[in-house]
């Protein structure tokens, strides 16, 4: 689907035509995390399954492992001190609780690293919308699937994914047209699936996330703006990432750290001119974002639209160009 800022129109096109979209010169800024394969299934030494699903490492490292913050389930049935064997390759320690079924964890590894044990042993986690049964094959296609072509840097629970759409033919063919890619990253965590549950949209409190910023991708957002081309943030972590980052007139800084960007209608963009994102879930952190874009009865309108010409909605689903 197209959606136009300006006027409100709404066309309907395969995701194939975006190189005839969009316009030499502009730039696709995509985050390049990767999904990290944190769910990890345990059991408990008197034979209880137990299910640990990380969900941000934590700074500094134990005298023998490495520091997560994790879920843990079930919770209540869990100690701290516990620990598990996870498929031979690793251990996971309960170190603290933190309520919500939030744990301090310390993952240990009887040889190479953790990270490595993680990909060997671990699954590609799911948004909760999705259901798999443990062990059928659709498990593996997930892990597949579930990764943008370009992910580089694990530390994610969900996909960014609006990045979903793009194979290696199509960047190259946008390439081949003048429009270029940067990357930036943020590290989506689970908060990305958390409703919006207060009654006034400006007083929720949204999760933080690490986020950066290379010297080289500022660069090419501002080189794009300067030469008069768009700057077409693939996703709303895209765009939260450059918004960060970005002064009151638009120049984009390299950075790094954590943000609690959220942003909501009457938000005004600095550094994003199209925005490339998949239909989302009501009263999501994703939705506001998209409607403070382009405009609450623009989005509505495009949504009615969508439901009626059989779009497909959230992660697997289809994509919306607002330009």
Not at 254 to 276: M, N, Q
Request: net charge neutral; proline share 5%.
């Amino acid at each position: 689907m197209t959606l136009s800022r300006e006027t409100g129109c709404i066309g309907h096109r395969a995701f194939s035509a975006l190189p005839s979209l969009l316009r030499p010169g502009d730039l696709l800024v995509v985050n390049d995390t990767k999904v990290l394969r944190g769910r990890l299934r345990a059991r408990r030494t008197g034979g209880g399954a137990v299910e640990i699903f990380l969900l941000s490492r934590l700074d500094g490292e134990g005298a023998a492992g490495e520091r997560w913050e994790a879920l843990a389930r079930p919770s209540k049935r869990l100690s701290a001190g516990d620990t598990f064997g996870i498929g031979g390759a690793l251990a996971a320690r309960l170190d603290r609780r933190h309520g919500d079924g939030r744990w301090e964890v310390t993952l240990f590894t009887p040889e190479g690293t953790v990270a490595d044990a993680i990909e060997r042993v671990g699954e590609v986690p799911l948004p909760p919308y999705i259901r798999r049964v443990p062990g059928e094959p659709a498990g593996e296609e997930d892990a597949r699937r579930y990764q943008t072509v370009y992910a580089a840097l694990p530390g994610s629970v969900a996909a960014p994914t609006a990045g979903l759409h793009f194979d290696e033919d199509l960047l190259r063919e946008l390439g081949a047209v003048g429009i270029g890619v940067a990357r930036v990253t943020l590290s989506i965590g689970y908060g990305t699936f958390s409703p919006i549950r207060t009654e006034e949209v400006e007083e929720f409190a949204i999760h933080p996330e690490r986020y950066r910023v290379t010297p080289e991708a500022a660069e090419a957002v501002n080189a794009a703006r300067a030469r008069g081309g768009r700057v077409v943030a693939v996703g709303t972590t895209s765009v939260r990432t450059l918004e960060t980052c970005a002064g009151e007139d638009g120049t984009v800084a390299p950075s790094e750290g954590v943000t609690r960007k959220f942003i909501f209608p009457g938000y005004r963009f600095r550094a994003v001119d199209a925005l490339l994102t998949n239909f989302h879930l009501p009263r999501s952190s994703l939705l506001a974002l998209v409607m403070a874009f382009a405009g609450v009865d623009a989005v509505r309108a495009a949504y009615r639209a969508a439901v009626e010409e059989g779009y497909r909605f959230y992660s697997y689903g289809d994509a919306m160009l607002i330009r």
